[in-house]
Antibody, heavy 118, light 110 residues
Framework: EVQLVQSGAEVKKPGESLKISCKGS????????IGWVRQMPGKGLEWMGI????????RYSPSFQGQVTISADKSISTAYLQWSSLKASDTAMYYC???????????WGQGTMVSVSS | QSALTQPASVSGSPGQSITISCTGT?????????VSWYQQHPGKAPKVMIY???KRPSGVSNRFSGSKSGNTASLTISGLQAEDEADYYC??????????FGGGTKLTVL
């Protein structure tokens, strides 16, 4: 079964760093792009960026460029989303999703809730 | 890279048909036949209902269909059912391995 399993919920303070993960299984991890999507409380989906684990080619939405870092460790089939200094406005659900069949995000992780508050 | 434009809400009665529009630009929707539609129920991850503009993944009801004209893509749901009540998002490829979502549409089944 193709699946993405994300790390658990996080509660952090402003200014702290954070790295959340997304582990793929059941498919060739290095051959499919993995993207990250933000959903702020009560709001819509926002595409943040994407990485190709095979060569670590990474693209970012202009809205998130410089705000987050996307990476991947192909040896353990895991993609990451990290922040160096969190803000309260980073409070959101974060989903990873991969393109397996066609040019669409057809497999999604269960989401990681990040809460940032002093 | 601006978000695609969707109506905030649509509604319909059981058995009726509804259409949700998704307007982009010549840089995204208008340039590629790579629009997807996602359904999201509260507290759940999104689920793809239509991809590459008109294709339905295995297991998705044929009551869901997609189309495109110029810079606007559309999702039509026929024979509305109570279970269709959810948020719907369009998403388009925007070139150079980047993507953009629409703002989302809340579908209410009356």
């Amino acid at each position: 079964e193709v699946q993405l399993v994300q790390s658990g919920a996080e509660v952090k303070k402003p200014g702290e760093s954070l790295k959340i993960s997304c582990k793929g299984s059941g498919y060739s991890f290095t051959s499919h792009w993995i993207g990250w999507v933000r959903q702020m409380p009560g709001k819509g989906l926002e595409w943040m960026g994407i990485i190709y684990p095979g060569d670590s080619d990474t693209r970012y939405s202009p809205s998130f460029q410089g705000q987050v870092t996307i990476s991947a460790d192909k040896s353990i089939s895991t993609a990451y989303l990290q922040w160096s200094s969190l803000k309260a406005s980073d409070t959101a659900m974060y989903y990873c999703a991969t393109l397996i069949t066609g040019n669409t995000f057809d497999i999604w992780g269960q989401g990681t809730m990040v809460s940032v508050s002093s | 890279q601006s978000a695609l434009t969707q109506p905030a809400s649509v509604s319909g009665s059981p058995g009726q048909s509804i259409t949700i529009s998704c307007t982009g630009t010549s840089s995204d929707v208008g340039s590629y036949n790579l629009v997807s539609w996602y359904q999201q129920h509260p507290g759940k991850a999104p689920k793809v209902m239509i991809y590459e503009g008109t294709k339905r993944p295995s297991g998705v009801s044929n009551r869901f269909s997609g189309s495109k004209s110029g810079n606007t893509a559309s999702l039509t749901i026929s024979g509305l059912q109570a279970e269709d009540e959810a948020d719907y998002y369009c998403c388009s490829y925007a070139g150079s391995s980047t993507w953009v979502f629409g703002g989302g549409t809340k579908l209410t089944v009356l």
